[in-house]
């Protein structure tokens, strides 16, 4: 049996867990540069406001509901996760961290365990040890366990537990579940189901196997036979390296100067080393891009990019930044008004095996794995960044606009809590 443990409206939460002043009050956490809304409490979706939505466009109604806005804050999301995620790991022989608010647990071997309520002392514990909501759904695979997790956010609120293990159960719920709701189908794929007249999970699952792999590929196949109870999708206690990497940030307020774009695309190709030093690869290709604001009809507009090939494999910082302020140099152009930079590294490779170029220069290597290393140690402790090249400046022309940002409890020494007696 598996079980799916999802955190209730998670920033939301997150934001609530250091002011319980806003428990029952509607919150809502904005994207990058306090844009659109990306994470709402069930108060505030109650009061209609809808995932997505533009934050100018909800002005009145965040004035007229009482409605607490915050910039999102992703340091403490991010801690927050990795200690929900702590105490969750605890309670199963094997997991899966599947994003930042979920985690598959994998009961294997727990079969005299009476898992609802093994799952409502799981619920307790997280509540108490990190003051984060949580429901589970319980279930023989991944997919019905994802499926009893939605259904157990709206229809066991009190519980937050629902368990499918008898073949009753199970239909019931499958006849009762819009297919589009399911775990990898997605837009289209529903739309297509439904002009099918399949638009239950129930429906989906009767459907013949040869039609199945005809019209939703062998990923789908396997779905269905997921619904049908037979485990498809193995657990992934190990994350996979990842086989692209891309940091990109809009600015806070656009701008016109090199220097600025060469600050930006510096801090995102240090950034992107990082990234690679942790999974331990390099890569052997970056592309850079920089565009205009495409919603400021009233400025000209303009967009670029570079591919440019590295001739040995690295994951060095210094090297990463020459080569990405090489490509912002080809394709700059001056009298623009720039909103959005980015970088995005290819052809990533294990960092134990680099294939050398027979002209080109061998890197110092040892100095600057050692280098790289005590600079990523140093930001560990005390903070990203506090360690950098000088190209990537200080970011204060650039940075995100995050007017409603919240202190970082947990990771920033400075807004720790202080108690006095």
């Not at 409206?9 to 029952?24: D, H, Q």
């Not at 995620?85 to 608010?101: I, K, Q, R, T």
């Not at 390296?241 to 090199?258: A, H, P, W, Y």
């Not at 005590?374 to 200080?394: E, F, H, P, S, W």
Request: overall charge positive; proline content about 4%.
């Amino acid at each position: 049996m598996y079980a799916l443990c999802d955190c209730n409206n998670f920033y939301a939460s997150c934001e609530r867990v250091f002011k319980p002043s806003l428990n029952g009050k509607p919150v809502v956490v904005l994207s990058n540069n306090d844009g659109c809304v990306i994470a709402r409490s069930q108060e505030a979706k109650d009061a209609g406001v809808a995932m997505g939505a533009p934050a100018f466009e909800i002005k009145e109604l965040i004035k007229q509901k009482g409605i607490h806005v915050f910039s999102s804050n992703y340091a403490l999301y991010g801690d927050m996760s990795n200690r929900v995620m702590s105490v969750l790991g605890s309670f199963a022989p094997s997991f899966e961290v599947y994003s930042v608010d979920e985690i598959f647990l994998d009961f294997k071997g727990m079969h005299n365990t009476n898992l609802t309520e093994y799952c409502k002392k799981i619920r307790k514990s997280v509540r108490q040890n990190t003051k984060i909501p949580i429901s589970i759904g319980i279930a023989p695979t991944k997919t019905l366990a994802k499926m009893a997790n939605k259904i157990a956010k709206k229809k066991y609120k009190e519980i937050g537990v629902l368990e499918l293990s008898d073949t009753a159960t199970i239909e019931k719920h499958l006849n009762e579940f819009p297919v589009g709701d399911l775990w990898g189908i997605g837009y289209r794929y529903a739309k297509f189901l439904e002009k099918n007249n399949i638009r239950t999970a129930f429906e989906l699952m009767q459907m013949n196997d040869a039609w199945i792999r005809k019209n939703l590929s062998v990923q789908g196949l396997k779905l269905v036979y997921e619904l049908r109870g037979i485990p498809c999708i193995p657990m992934e206690e190990t994350a996979p390296d990842k086989k692209g990497i891309c940091v990109s940030r809009s600015f806070g307020q656009m701008t016109n100067e090199l220097q600025v774009l060469e600050e930006s695309v510096a801090t995102f190709a240090n950034r992107a080393a990082q990234k690679l030093r942790k999974q331990n690869s390099n890569c052997a290709a970056i592309s850079v891009f920089i565009h205009t604001n495409q919603f400021r009809a009233d400025l000209k507009q303009y967009y670029n990019s570079r591919y440019i090939q590295i001739p040995i494999p690295t994951n060095d910082s210094g090297e990463l930044i020459k080569w990405a302020l090489t490509g912002l140099k080809q394709i700059y152009k001056p009298g623009y008004m720039y909103k959005k930079a980015g970088v995005f590294i290819f052809e990533i490779s294990p960092e134990d095996a680099v294939q050398t170029n027979l002209f080109a220069a061998l890197p110092e290597d040892d100095r600057k794995k050692k280098l790289n290393s005590t600079v990523d140690k140093l930001n560990k402790i005390m903070g990203r960044n506090v360690v950098k090249y000088a190209a990537m400046g200080d970011g204060k022309k650039w940075k995100l606009r995050q007017e409603m940002l919240s202190p970082c409890y947990t990771t920033r020494l400075d807004d720790v809590f202080i108690i006095t007696i």
